[in-house]
C-alpha cells in the first residue's frame, strides 16, 4: 500500500496518505531537531513517494515549523493545492499574554491567521485544537471553528488530546446547531501506550472521527535502535524522553518486533507502525522524522501486512486490563443475553444464580 493509496479522513471526504509527515522537528530553534534544508528534503521524499498529509503547530520549534512548510509549498500554489496541510492551535507564544494561548474566540482567530501568514496559504485545510482548553466553553470554541470553515480559511477541523466525553460533548453540540463538527482525532497510540482504547477509539468509532495517531514509534522506543543486546549503551538522545520506558516491558515488544520484521524481511520500526495502521479507526499514522534516513526507513511500514497470528502475538504483549466499568462491559453479553448472541456478540451465561422461583431478588 503505497503512500498514495489514499484513505478518507473519518467519515468525511478529505483523503488522505496511510502515513502522515509529521514536522514537529521541523527547525532547530530548541536546540534540536532537524535543519532546514534537510526539513525540505524530508518533505520532498514524502511527497514523491505519492504522501500528501503535512502536520504541524503553531506551537512547533517556535513557530519555524510552520514557517518551513511556506516557505518550501505555500510559495508554489500548484504544489500547496495538492496536499493536506494541517495544523494546530491551543499553543501560547506570547509569555505574559493571557490571551496569547488557549481555545478562546481571540485567541483561536488570531492563531489561525498567524499559521495562515507563515505558511503562506489562504486556507488550512484541517485546523486540530491541540489541547483541551477547561477555562474556555467549549460551544464558544466551536462557534468560533465554524466561522473560520464559512469564511473558507479552514476546510475541516479536528481535535487532539482532549477528553473522550468533552470530545462528544463538542460534537454534539455542533450538530445541533449546525455547526461544522471534529472528523479527526489526534492522539498518542502504539503498542506502548494504549489506554486510549478504553474510551478515545470507542468514541472515534461511533462519532465517525479519523484516528491520526502521533508518536507511534514512543518517542523512538520501538525504533530499533534499543534492544536487550544494547542496554544502557545507546545514547538517545531525548533524555527521558526515552530512557524512562526502556524497561522488560517494552523488551519484550522489541524481542517480538524483531522477530517479525525479520520474518518479513524488512525493520522494527516499520513492523511497529504497521501494527498500529492495523488497528480499528486508524486512518493516518504520524510518523516523524528528524533525519531523512528515518523518514525512508519508517515509510516501509506501508508494504507491511502483518497477519492475524502476528497482531496477535503483539496484541498478547500490551495489551491493557481497564478497570471499572469496562471490567462489568466484559459481562455485559452474558447478563443481557443470557448466553446468547445478539449482533453476532455472544458471552457466557452468567454466573449469576436465580433464587428459588426463577425470579430476581
Given at each position: ?256 518486533l524483531e522477530l517479525i520484521a525479520k520474518a518479513h524481511g524488512t525493520n522494527v520500526a516499520s513492523v ?90
Amino acid at each position: 500500500m503505497p503512500l498514495d493509496q489514499y484513505v478518507t479522513l473519518g467519515r468525511s471526504g478529505l483523503r488522505v496518505s496511510p502515513l502522515c509527515l509529521g514536522a514537529m522537528t521541523f527547525g532547530e530553534d530548541l536546540g534540536w531537531g532537524t535543519s532546514v534544508e534537510e526539513s525540505q528534503q524530508i518533505i520532498d521524499r514524502y511527497t514523491d513517494l505519492g504522501g500528501n498529509f503535512i502536520d504541524t503547530a503553531n506551537f512547533y520549534t517556535r513557530s519555524h515549523s510552520e514557517k518551513i512548510i511556506g516557505d518550501h509549498i505555500g510559495r508554489d500554489a500548484g504544489r500547496r493545492d495538492r496536499l493536506v496541510i494541517a495544523t494546530k492551535f491551543s499553543g501560547n507564544l506570547y509569555p505574559g499574554d493571557p490571551n496569547g494561548g488557549g481555545s478562546g474566540r481571540k485567541s483561536l482567530i488570531n492563531a489561525c491567521e498567524n499559521s495562515l501568514r507563515r505558511l503562506q496559504t489562504d486556507y488550512i485545510d484541517l485546523y486540530w485544537l491541540h489541547i483541551w482548553d477547561a477555562n474556555t466553553p467549549i460551544d464558544e470554541t466551536m462557534a468560533a471553528l465554524d466561522d473560520l470553515v464559512r469564511t473558507g480559511k479552514v476546510r475541516y477541523i479536528g481535535v487532539s488530546d482532549t477528553p473522550a466525553w468533552k470530545i462528544a460533548q463538542a460534537n454534539l453540540i455542533a450538530r445541533f446547531r449546525g455547526w461544522s463538527s471534529f472528523i479527526g482525532l489526534q492522539v498518542e497510540y502504539s503498542l506502548l501506550e494504549r489506554s486510549i482504547e478504553q474510551e478515545l477509539v470507542p468514541m472515534a468509532s461511533e462519532f465517525g472521527l479519523g484516528i491520526t495517531p502521533w508518536s507511534p514509534l514512543k518517542g523512538g522506543v520501538l525504533s530499533g535502535k534499543y534492544t536487550r543486546a544494547n542496554a544502557g549503551r545507546q545514547d538517545s538522545g531525548r533524555g527521558a524522553m526515552v530512557d524512562a520506558f526502556l524497561d522488560d516491558k517494552a523488551y519484550a515488544v522489541v524481542d517480538e518486533l524483531e522477530l517479525i520484521a525479520k520474518a518479513h524481511g524488512t525493520n522494527v520500526a516499520s513492523v511497529a507502525l504497521a501494527w498500529v495502521r492495523a488497528q480499528p479507526g486508524v486512518s493516518s499514522v504520524i510518523i516523524g522524522a528528524r533525519r531523512l534516513s528515518q523518514l525512508d526507513d519508517n515509510v516501509l511500514a506501508v508494504d507491511v501486512g502483518l497477519s492475524a497470528d502476528e497482531l496477535a502475538r503483539l496484541d498478547a504483549l500490551t495489551k491493557p486490563k481497564f478497570g471499572f466499568p469496562n471490567n462489568m462491559l466484559e459481562m455485559a453479553p452474558g447478563i443481557l443475553n443470557g448466553g446468547t448472541s445478539v449482533n453476532g456478540v455472544s458471552g457466557p451465561i452468567s454466573e449469576y444464580v436465580m433464587p428459588e422461583g426463577g425470579r430476581p431478588y
